[in-house]
T-cell receptor, first 112, second 112 residues
Framework: EDKVVQSPLSLVVHEGDTVTLNCSYE??????LLWYKQEKKAPTFLFML????IEKKSGRLSSILDKKELFSILNITATQTGDSAVYLC????????????FGAGTQVVVTP | NAGVTQTPKFQVLKTGQSMTLQCAQD?????MYWYRQDPGMGLRLIYY???????DKGEVPNGYNVSRLNKREFSLRLESAAPSQTSVYFC???????????FGPGTRLLVL
């Protein structure tokens, strides 16, 4: 059974801190791993990772994939209150390209 | 280019009433999806349509029906609403090439 597990479930940090979010997965025929950010609305796409060891970066956010150990990390540096959100990790399901298995998400709260 | 649009944004129903949630995308995507999101449950797939003319059940299809009207539109129908269907509903679409899903703004449904 395909599975995606995120940790921690939630965390509270102060502005300026660095945050590291984890996503581990078990998927037959892995194709890619996706990160989304969800504030009080729809999830918005952040990154898609397909190759191990290659960092994707967008501003203060970066992510890397380890296909050997079956996990991905999302880092947020110099956090701001606008980074407060739920961060979702997802992988395409084995039986159908397009369907995604989502993790439960990590709720990040950044305090001033 | 609006992306994925959903109507209505908010709806209140009485138990037993029916309604249809509308979704449209203008990205020429083949695949479309309906999710529900409940507190502590994450995103759960209700139905999906891999391509025009096909629909399949997801994780939680009971109590729902869908119609893929054309390539752009994918509707979700509640024939006899129940309080357990109180949720936020998201529509999404994806390009089969990347598998990345893009979400609509959501419909908040309250069933009394």
């Amino acid at each position: 059974e395909d599975k995606v597990v995120q940790s921690p479930l939630s965390l509270v940090v102060h502005e300026g801190d660095t945050v590291t979010l984890n996503c581990s997965y078990e998927v037959t025929n892995f194709r890619s791993l996706l990160w989304y950010k969800q504030e009080k609305k729809a999830p918005t796409f952040l990154f898609m990772l397909t190759s191990s060891g290659i960092e994707k970066k967008s501003g203060r956010l970066s992510s890397i994939l380890d296909k050997k150990e079956l996990f991905s990390i999302l880092n947020i540096t110099a956090t701001q209150t606008g980074d407060s959100a739920v961060y979702l990790c997802a992988v395409p399901l084995t039986d159908s390209w397009g369907k995604l298995q989502f993790g439960a998400g990590t709720q990040v709260v950044v305090t001033p | 280019n609006a992306g994925v649009t959903q109507t209505p944004k908010f709806q209140v129903l009485k138990t037993g009433q029916s309604m249809t949630l509308q979704c449209a995308q203008d990205m020429n995507h083949n695949s479309m999806y309906w999710y529900r999101q409940d507190p502590g449950m994450g995103l759960r797939l209700i139905y999906y349509s891999a391509s025009e003319g096909t629909t399949d059940k997801g994780e939680v299809p009971n109590g729902y029906n869908v119609s893929r009207l054309n390539k752009r539109e994918f509707s979700l129908r509640l024939e006899s609403a129940a309080p357990s269907q109180t949720s936020v509903y998201f529509c999404a679409s994806s390009d089969r090439g990347t598998g990345t899903q893009y979400f609509g703004p959501g419909t908040r449904l309250l069933v009394l």
